[in-house]
């Protein structure tokens, strides 16, 4: 088929009628068979005087080397380049032009610049040209030459930033900018460090040209802000000395309301991503109050005149809306993660006070959304210092005369109620007659703004714990009811949703409601409509809340029925979210009834690897789907056709680097997060049963660590730290050789990724897990964990990183001196988890061995503990030191090194004990306790101190915690060295104190020291009979108390009944009539 005719059938392609496209399409199929197709394709792009048939031919050529480059022949590839260039220089249309120029970007790929002079003897005349259509056409090409290949270019990067300075500064060629600031963009993540000092300096020349193009082109300049996102995300230190400009820049476009909402959002994006990645240059510059004075009027204006705010209306879709007021929230939200709380407050609450008391509605509802979103960052600050007052002002708005303000409020208690706890719940008594005042005009308020009610109860109730029980009766009746007559399904699927909240806190005493539950659970899971999806999905969520807290013998009869019903709709629907909740079922189950699952893990692990692996959700975007319709044209297959020019579409500019980019669905990234969560637990909870999906799941969850979103990381690395702790069981069941070999096996390659992962990951919350994660091996495997050479030296060394704030997501390098005390709460929790592994480490080798480390590590943690430290800093600094000391009492050799210690933690410790803070005092009573058990006669001529400090606090502590802690911390003194306590002062004191009523924990420690006591000097028992026996009778069957507690007290108690009956009898008299009933039939049962 020789050019003219090859031109005839391209313009039957774009006709507008189907019979004759196909027809053409088919002839093209058979012309492409002939590889003289190349030249003929070549000539129809340079020859036509049809510009539509020119952009075709240009396509067809770019997919024929794109896909098939090996078929074409070395002439035929030379004479390519050759017209290629020759048609660019040419070209008079713009569309053509950008095809040709995407050709060029193909032919590089397989060709490398330097393969390919006389592109690049091109580049440089167009790009320095006199005339500036030219130089438009050369930076064209140069945009998608090197946006395609940017790595090949490399050598060329000197020059090239020269030459986009002095383009930048072309400011009366604004497409020329365009294409200037895309290749720059494209090159950002490669610049080496030798031409970093370059980019810096295109910064100032960079902010002007992008002001330039927002005023020509408002869609050219919001691609083009991406230079920014792309410089702050690879090398943030080259925006450092400019970030007072860039932030400048970022706040005029977000202020000026006649900018594209694309833009301002950008702009404020842009804002937030510097607050995270340097809010300590943010705070130096002095630019936190310029952004609350543009972010404040944004987040708070009101919508346009007839519309509502995306969250208010009727039928909101969850998703974010990309609005200038969602992202200025967002950048509060930024703030308080990022930056010490009380730095923030200062300058923040004039402007969220100005909005509250506002007579604009949407002013109090920007002031609302303000104080929801500083919730989860400044929890402590908020908890400590600003509760009540808070949630006054939330109270007071849920009773608003408008509704868009009463949702706000809605929010901010379901923020409050996630990120405040414990405090929060301590408010019930007026929060749930409010709450419940919502629910019960369920029917009547409209379904939108039932949700955000019911998020806020879902949230609230969740953590009330035991103090739920007054309210369950009304709540169970209205979500049972909610469930039955609802013509709703969105109403029902918040009833099941709230169900699971109320099992989370009300555990066995949702026992009543089971069974009208589960049925109702049962009958939406067998129920296969489309409309049912979100329901069931919420149902199996709730059921698996269920299964890990209404207790195991209500569940255990329903768990081989749950997991049938959860493989039943993962083969019959096709639906991210409805998996991902099986996954979640299927591991709640393999807590409860592990045998349940065991027959079944063949099929439950190859759907769950099939989710690991999975691209879909990440979709790449190809540039042809904007103009055709691909169909592929391998020589062997039949399908008809092979590019067919859409008709409707013009050519539009898409970035074609092959994939010009990935989004990703959030519901998949969920699916491969609880896939790898529920994996990792299974294989825990199923042992040996999991032992032949171990490695293939290992390796599916091992490919994840670098997955582009945080969330599958951290799942990911979870899921490795479960993964070690299964083997480790199993081994410890089966000591075999093989076994251990396989955990050493596992630990050699998670450790050492867990340490680069906590030294070289940016998302804190990562670090955070991984840290957690780590703690949990070790704590599991002990010893076997810590085997490979030097590997407790490097997990010593990665926590004293994290406690200097060396680590990548610690915001390291920049040009600030990092003296200041105050931090963001999350870089102070991320330093918890590192500390956290202290004690941890203390428990698993002899003390000896970990002594040098510690010895490192102990003057980070003291430091901590200065009077100018937060709370928080203050009781984390004593609490681990508590912990560590008590690990010591465990292992080989740690009397001398608690010994060797004691003078150093000893100042420290008795200051903890007189700290405001009740905290503080608590965690150092326990420390102080921990110590003398540690160290037992060496701290000896320390106890005088020790006990005046205690006796003196027991005579003014209000703290129930803090009096049950020194009640243990006592009995710690006297099983460790007796003859160091006055007895007949001290026990007398102690048993007048007895029950704990707070930490349920220590009545191990108090039944052991009665129990030693009795042994020793059982006189002094006898004497104190009363107290003791009215403290135990609370004791007897209480379901904080552990088993060997409960046995331990028996014992001592038939032991007394036996050897001292009278005194016994009369003790038992004085209890009142159940607790004698109690106390009398514990004491004869055998």
């Not at 879709?317 to 967002?330: I, L, M, W, Y």
């Not at 009766?473 to 699927?493: G, W, Y």
């Not at 102990?858 to 600094?877: G, H, N, Q, T, V």
């Amino acid at each position: 088929m020789m050019s003219e005719e090859l031109e005839r059938v391209l313009v039957r392609l774009t006709e507008p009628d189907n019979a004759v496209i196909q027809q053409a399409t088919a002839e093209l199929k058979q012309a492409f068979k002939d590889p003289a197709i190349i030249p003929a394709l070549c000539a129809v792009m340079t020859g036509s005087q049809n510009p539509q048939v020119r952009q075709s031919a240009a396509v067809m050529l770019r997919m024929r080397v794109r896909k098939h480059w090996k078929k074409i022949s070395p002439d035929h590839r030379e004479s390519l380049k050759a017209v290629v260039l020759q048609a660019l220089q040419q070209e008079t249309e713009h569309t053509v032009r950008h095809s040709l120029s995407q050709l060029s970007a193909v032919l590089v790929k397989h060709e490398t610049p330097d393969r390919w002079p006389a592109l690049l003897t091109l580049l440089n005349q167009s790009t320095k040209s006199n005339n500036p259509q030219d130089r438009q056409v050369g930076l064209l090409l140069l945009s998608k030459v090197v946006g395609s290949n940017p790595e090949p270019f490399k050598p060329h990067y000197k020059e090239l930033l020269q030459l986009l300075g002095t383009v930048l500064q072309d400011l009366d060629n604004p497409t020329a900018l365009y294409y200037c600031i895309l290749t720059l963009t494209s090159i950002t993540t490669y610049t080496g460090t030798e031409e970093m000092n370059l980019v810096r300096s295109l910064i100032p020349k960079l902010l002007i040209a992008l002001k330039r193009l927002i005023q020509a082109d408002q869609d050219q300049a919001s691609e083009a802000m991406e230079v920014l996102d792309e410089l702050m995300e690879s090398e943030v230190s080259i925006i450092v000395p400019h970030i007072a400009e860039i932030v400048r820049f970022c706040l005029e476009i977000s202020a000026d309301v006649s900018l594209s909402d694309s833009l301002r959002v950008k702009a404020l994006s842009c804002i937030a991503v510097l607050i995270r990645l340097k809010n300590k240059a943010v705070l130096k510059h002095k630019l936190l109050q310029p952004i609350l004075q543009v972010v404040f009027p944004i987040l708070s204006a009101a919508p346009p005149p007839g519309e509502e705010d995306p969250e208010d209306e009727e039928n909101d879709t969850e998703g974010d809306s990309e609005n200038p007021k969602h992202f200025a929230v967002q950048v509060i939200d930024t703030m308080a993660l990022h930056m010490p709380p009380e730095k923030l407050f200062n300058q923040l609450m004039p402007f969220t006070q100005a909005c509250l008391s506002s007579e604009n509605p949407y002013e109090r509802k920007g002031g609302l959304m303000c104080m929801a979103v500083l919730a989860e960052g400044c929890a402590d600050h908020i908890r400590t210092k600003m509760l009540s007052s808070m949630l006054q002002t939330v109270c007071s708005s849920l009773s608003d005369n408008n509704q868009v303000v009463r949702s706000a409020a809605l929010f901010a208690l379901g923020q409050f109620s996630e990120h405040l706890q414990p405090d929060v719940s301590k408010f019930h008594a007026e929060l749930m007659p409010l709450l419940h005042g919502y629910l019960s005009a369920v029917n009547q308020t409209k379904i939108g703004h039932m949700t955000k009610a019911f998020y806020a109860l879902e949230n609230f109730l969740e953590n009330l714990g035991q103090e739920i029980e007054p309210y369950l009766p009304t709540l169970m009746e209205t979500m049972l009811s909610a469930l039955n007559n609802a013509e709703n399904f969105k109403l029902k699927e918040l009833a099941v949703s709230a169900i699971g909240a109320i099992a989370n806190a009300a555990k066995e005493m949702l026992l009543p409601y089971f069974t009208p539950i589960i049925e109702s659970l049962k009958g939406f899971l067998t129920d296969t409509r489309e409309e049912m999806r979100a329901l069931q999905t919420q149902a199996l969520d709730t059921l698996s809340v269920l299964a890990r807290t209404v207790g195991k013998d209500a569940f255990s009869p329903l768990a081989a029925e749950c997991v049938q019903l959860g493989l039943n709709l993962t083969d019959a629907v096709d639906d991210p979210d409805l998996r991902r909740c099986t996954y979640s079922l299927f591991s709640a189950v393999s807590e409860v009834s592990p045998d349940c699952l065991t027959p079944h893990l063949t099929s439950i692990t190859t759907v769950m690897l099939l989710s690991l692996r999975s691209t879909e959700g990440v979709t790449t975007h190809l540039e042809e789907d904007k103009q055709f319709v691909l169909l592929d044209d391998d020589d062997d297959d039949d399908e008809e056709g092979d590019a067919i020019l859409d008709e409707e579409e013009e050519e539009t500019e898409v970035d074609d680097s092959d994939v010009a980019g990935f989004s990703v669905e959030n519901a998949y990234i969920d699916e491969k997060e609880d896939a790898c969560d529920s994996l990792g637990e299974i294989a825990f909870n199923t042992g040996v049963a999991f032992q032949p999906f171990l490695e293939s799941s290992f390796q599916q969850v091992f490919e994840l660590c670098d997955f582009p979103h945080e969330d599958v990381r951290r799942a990911a690395f979870g899921a490795m730290g479960q993964f070690c702790r299964a083997q480790h069981k199993v081994w410890k069941e089966n000591p075999t050789e093989a076994n251990h070999q396989a955990l050493h096996k596992l630990l050699q390659v998670v450790l050492p990724c867990f340490l680069e992962a906590v030294r070289q990951d940016r998302e804190r919350q990562v670090v955070m897990a991984v840290l957690e994660s780590m703690n949990a091996v070790i704590k599991s495997c002990q010893g076997e964990a810590l085997q490979a050479p030097g590997i407790l030296t490097e997990i010593s060394n990665a926590i004293k990183d994290v406690l200097k704030k060396k680590t990548v997501c610690q915001d390291v390098g920049g040009d600030e001196a990092d003296d200041d005390e105050q931090q963001a709460e999350y870089d102070a929790m991320l330093q918890e988890f590192a500390g956290e592994g202290i004690p941890v480490l203390a428990s698993a080798v002899p003390a000896e061995t970990f002594y040098p480390h510690l010895n490192d590590l102990l003057p980070l943690i003291m430091s901590k503990a200065k009077s100018s430290c937060s709370e928080a800093d203050r009781s984390f600094s004593v609490g681990t030191i508590g912990e560590t000391l008590h690990s010591l009492v465990g292992v080989d050799g740690g009397r001398a090194v608690a010994g060797r210690l004691s003078n150093r933690l000893l100042p420290l410790l008795v200051a903890g004990v007189r700290d405001s803070d009740a905290e503080v005092r608590n965690n150092s009573v326990y420390a102080l306790g921990a110590l003398a058990q540690a160290a037992g006669p060496i701290v000896a001529s320390d106890y005088p101190v020790m006990l005046s400090l205690f006796s003196n606090l027991l005579s003014k502590e209000s703290d129930l915690r803090v009096i049950d802690n020194l009640c243990a911390a006592l009995c710690r003194m006297i099983m460790s060295h007796v003859e160091g306590v006055p007895l007949e002062q001290v026990f007398p004191a102690l048993v007048a104190r007895l029950p704990l009523k707070e930490d349920m924990e220590e009545n191990k420690t108090i039944y052991s020291c009665l129990t030693f006591l009795y042994s020793h000097n059982p006189v002094l028992v006898v004497s104190q009979l009363r107290p003791i026996i009215s403290a135990a009778a609370h004791l007897l069957g209480m379901k904080d108390v552990d088993n060997e507690t409960q046995n331990s007290l028996l014992m001592l108690l038939r032991g007394l009944a036996q050897h001292h009956t009278q005194e016994f009898q009369s003790a038992v008299m004085s209890l009142p009539d159940e607790q004698r009933n109690k106390m009398t039939i514990a004491v004869t049962q055998s």
